[in-house]
């Protein structure tokens, strides 16, 4: 019975009333996205919203530029949300040397990696304009390792070269008029088991930067930018099979870069179980990672006994 | 991008015959110096303790004894090179999905492949730390080098036969 943890006990649809909303993200810092010879004012972010309004006529909509990864999760969770457009660099690995490495990424104005929260597309997401070079590359790449979910009926604009970002916006949103958005999505539901974990988050020495919690290469949760002496709490759900410690490993990831020294911030996690989560750390205790960290299980239990919650989940 | 690789390559098979210069000469990120320390990672110092399953016939039916051995990896320290990662804005990972043929040159077990995917988070953790601390070494080959070292102590830290899988990708892609 065990091994049938995580499976799907029912499925189910809902008819899900969704208000259309076009948002676009913009995540390009405008000193160091200027052409030569223009002045101090010209500013990529403003070119891009007048090409996005003079399109949207009478639409609702919504813009964010130098939006993160925090900005980025709350309108792809927001059901109000019909179409989304992101535009920024981004970068992909298919003419790479080894296929050990990747460098596969969608980068914020920070160079920080968002791509993974583009690995599930929630159904109420139409339209999905990825503006940024050699888009269809990454979610390709992101395809052939099976880390990537969309609805059949979600429609994604991609870019198969290097493109510039006004160009390639205008071709995302003469596409996004070409068709019709329902008012209506239907949203799969499915009951699953899952193993929930409290977490609290304290940022102690500095303010913490925005993260993201993955488990088994699946995000979670992302969390906004912490100041100093603040605390958040939340819980996570995993959802199984939870065979092994393992699976129960814990990944906190800013998306930056090695080079990038962040505070991610004090996490405590606990269970039910009473079980413990300590940093993956040095001898010394100095945690391994600089934009990430990870966490391993401590129990002496066995994790395939303990029992599940069951959760309905709809995308 | 595809002329920089070529050139890339065709200086790599010209310094090959020095291969610390080859380091020096082409890996500039320290990402790549990184990767480069991986061949380096003295993974003789690792033990790996495997157990052994004997069964014996008894009055009460069959029984199992186990017993343990150890091997020491005796993998020599080698400065290998040639293998680039060219500096770029994209994050660098290493990737838990090897291919077949990447296994095939790397010599890898059955268990050395399920424990390098299992602990890919640790190692692209480790490789971070790795990558910064060598970032305030001057000159591309003692961060080379520093690389290679902090490999063998963070190694000890991970699970041995995702160690030694990682070097064993580490000196294919060297190869």
């Known amino acids: ?315 | 991008m595809k002329k920089l690789v070529a050139l890339l390559t065709i200086l790599s098979g010209l310094m090959m015959a020095n291969p610390a210069k080859a380091i020096v000469g082409i890996a500039s990120d320290s990402d790549a110096l990184v990767i480069t320390g991986i061949a380096m990672m003295d993974i003789s110092q690792i033990t790996v303790w495997e157990r052994h399953d004997r069964y014996g016939r008894t009055r009460r039916g069959y029984v199992r004894y186990s017993y343990y051995t150890y091997r020491v990896i005796t993998y020599p320290v080698l400065l290998l090179a040639g293998f680039v990662v060219l500096g770029d804005e994209g994050r660098v990972q290493i990737n838990s999905e090897l291919s077949a043929d990447l296994i095939k040159k790397a010599d890898l077990t059955s268990s050395e492949v399920k424990a390098f995917q299992d602990n890919i988070e640790e190692i692209n953790v480790i490789k971070d730390s790795i990558s910064s601390e060598i970032s305030k070494i001057e000159g591309s080959k003692e961060r080379a080098e520093a690389a290679g070292k902090l490999w063998t102590e963070y190694a000890q830290s991970l699970d041995q036969d995702a160690a030694v899988a990682l070097y064993k990708i580490g000196s294919s892609l060297q190869n």
């Open chain 1, 1 to 315: 019975m065990l091994k049938t943890l995580g499976k799907m006990m029912l499925i189910f649809a809902l008819v899900t009333p969704v208000w259309g909303k076009v948002v676009l993200l913009t995540s390009l810092n405008p000193e160091l996205n200027r052409p030569p010879l223009r002045s101090k004012k010209w500013n990529i972010n403003e070119k891009l919203e007048k090409i996005f309004r003079d399109q949207m006529d009478n639409q609702e909509i919504e813009v964010i530029h130098m939006a993160n990864q925090w900005q980025l999760y709350q309108a792809l969770n927001d059901k109000d949300v019909q179409a989304l457009l992101w535009v920024s660099h981004s970068s992909n690995t298919s003419d790479r040397t080894s296929d050990a490495l990747s460098t596969a990424s969608v980068l914020d104005h920070q160079f920080r990696d968002v791509l993974p929260l583009f690995q599930t597309i929630p159904s109420h997401i139409q339209y999905l304009g990825l503006v940024g070079c050699r888009s269809e590359l990454i979610i390709n790449e992101l395809k052939s390792k099976n880390k990537f979910q969309s609805s059949a009926e979600t429609k994604l604009f991609l870019e198969e070269k290097k493109v510039d970002a006004r160009k390639s916006l205008k071709r995302a949103l003469k596409e996004l008029k070409q068709i019709k958005l329902k008012d209506e999505v239907e949203a799969k539901c499915i009951e699953q088991e899952v193993a929930q974990i409290d977490f609290t988050r304290t940022a102690i020495e500095s303010d913490a930067a925005s993260v993201r919690i993955v488990v088994g290469g699946q995000v979670l949760k992302v969390l906004p930018k912490l100041l100093k002496g603040e605390t958040q709490t939340g819980t996570i759900s995993v959802v199984g099979p939870i065979q092994s410690k393992g699976d129960l490993k814990i990944l906190i990831d800013t998306g930056a870069s090695s080079h990038s020294e962040l505070d991610l911030g004090k996490f405590t996690f606990t269970n039910d179980h009473e079980a413990e989560w300590k940093l993956f750390a040095k001898p010394d205790g100095t945690p391994f990672g600089i934009g990430s960290q990870v966490y391993h299980l401590k129990t002496k239990e066995q994790v395939n006994e303990w029992p599940f919650n069951i959760e309905t989940r709809c995308n």
